[in-house]
Each structure stands twice: as structure tokens, then as C-alpha cells.
Antibody, heavy 122, light 113 residues
Framework: EVQLVESGGGLVQPGGSLRLSCAAS????????MQWVRQAPGKGLVWVSR????????IYADSVKGRFTISRDNAKNTLYLQMNSLRAEDTAVYYC???????????????WGQGTMVTVSS | DIVMTQSPDSLAVSLGERATINCKSS????????????LAWYQQKPGQPPKLLIY???TRESGVPDRFNGSGSGTDFTLTISSLQAEDVAVYYC?????????FGQGTKVEIK
């Protein structure tokens, strides 16, 4: 079964850090560009970041640029999101997601994890 | 950034009736050389991640019931649920993946009247 499972969320104080993980299974993880999308409580979906298949090309939303780092370990079939200098407005469910086809980001997202909740509060 | 605007924000439809959701992009998402609109529709039920329904604006994802149909091109798109079922109660989002950052509409909540 094709699956993405996120972990690492929790409660953190403003200015703190968290590292999210997304474990992939059931497909050739190293062939796919991967993305993070977040959703604040009661709000819509917002794209956060993506990385290419080998991690050499990364891009970020302006709202997280300089604070978040996306990376991957293809040997472990795992995607990461290192989040530093966290703010209250980063509070959200964070989803990792896979595009329909490998080799590019120019596809709709057909596989999503269940999400992990990040709460930034003192 | 391309702004995606959905209308309405919510709608209530009787069981078995048609539901229509519109999505407008601030610039064209048609990749002319490939003749494809880089536009997707997702369904999200409470407590669940989004589920892909439609890609390339009108191609139904495998396993999606044929009562879900996508149409449109360029900047104007529509998701139609031809005969609303109870299990279709959800929030629906359009998304463009034509340019970075990929952007989503604000969502349309569909309920039973």
C-alpha cells in the first residue's frame, strides 16, 4: 500500500524548533519530488515547501523562507521539515504529499499523509 | 503568485441534486504547448487529509465516482457533482500547479439542504 506517515508534531514555544518526519512506503520514494502543505485550524490549505528527488533543489513559501528547511533521506524513504524560529502563525496541521507522477513537481498531489499537528504557543 | 478564488464559499444542496463550484485563477494555468490546464480539485472531509478528485482540470482520478466532473480552461474552472450523495459532504479546494508557489482556493463547503 502506498503510504505517507508524518510524525514529530507537538507543542512548542514561540522561537522554538521542531523537526517533522514523513515516512514513505509502497512506492519508489527516490523517484518523486515531495512537498509539505499546511492547514491552520479551520483554515484552508497552504503550500510550504518542496524538494526534488535527490534533495538538491528546494524551494519555500515566502512565509517560511529562512526558517524552515526541507530535506530527505532516500535510503530511509523519509522526508523531513526542520522548523526553526517558530511563530504562533505556524500553528497548523502539516501534511507531506506526493505528486501523481515522479520526475517533476508539475503534477497534482495524489498521496497525502494523515498530517501532524504543530502548535506554537507559550 | 497566482490567486485562486472559489465561489461560493458554501452551498447547501438537496440529496440527488446538482452541486456546482467555481474556481477562477488570476492568470491562465493553461500550458499551451501541452494543451493541459494545470488545475486540480480536492475533497477534504473533517479530520482527514485532502483527497485528489480531478487533475488536468477534467481528468477524474482513479476510483472517483463519475458524478464528479471537472471542466473549464485558462482561468475559469468548474467542479460539478451531478447528484449529491450524503458522503459528498466536505470542503472542496481547487489548486493550480502551473507556477510556483502552487496555490489553493479558499475552499467551498458543501452541505446537505
Amino acid at each position: 500500500e502506498v503510504q505517507l506517515v508524518e510524525s514529530g508534531g507537538g507543542l512548542v514555544q514561540p522561537g522554538g524548533s521542531l523537526r517533522l518526519s514523513c515516512a514513505a512506503s509502497g512506492f519508489t520514494f527516490s523517484s518523486y519530488w515531495m512537498q509539505w502543505v499546511r492547514q491552520a485550524p479551520g483554515k484552508g490549505l497552504v503550500w510550504v515547501s518542496r524538494t526534488n528527488s535527490d534533495g538538491s533543489n528546494t524551494i519555500y513559501a515566502d512565509s517560511v523562507k529562512g526558517r524552515f528547511t526541507i530535506s530527505r533521506d532516500n535510503a530511509k524513504n523519509t522526508l523531513y521539515l526542520q522548523m526553526n524560529s517558530l511563530r504562533a502563525e505556524d500553528t497548523a496541521v502539516y501534511y507531506c504529499a506526493r505528486p501523481r507522477l515522479g520526475g517533476s513537481y508539475l503534477y497534482a498531489l495524489d498521496i497525502w499523509g494523515q498530517g501532524t499537528m504543530v502548535t506554537v504557543s507559550s | 503568485d497566482i490567486v485562486m478564488t472559489q465561489s461560493p464559499d458554501s452551498l447547501a444542496v438537496s440529496l440527488g441534486e446538482r452541486a456546482t463550484i467555481n474556481c477562477k485563477s488570476s492568470q491562465s494555468v493553461l500550458y499551451s504547448s501541452k494543451n493541459k490546464n494545470y488545475l486540480a480539485w480536492y475533497q477534504q472531509k473533517p479530520g482527514q487529509p485532502p483527497k485528489l478528485l480531478i487533475y488536468w482540470a477534467s481528468t477524474r482520478e482513479s476510483g472517483v465516482p463519475d458524478r464528479f466532473n471537472g471542466s473549464g480552461s485558462g482561468t475559469d474552472f468548474t467542479l460539478t457533482i451531478s447528484s449529491l450523495q450524503a458522503e459528498d459532504v466536505a470542503v472542496y479546494y481547487c489548486q493550480q500547479f502551473y507556477s510556483t508557489p502552487p496555490t489553493f482556493g479558499q475552499g467551498t463547503k458543501v452541505e446537505i439542504k
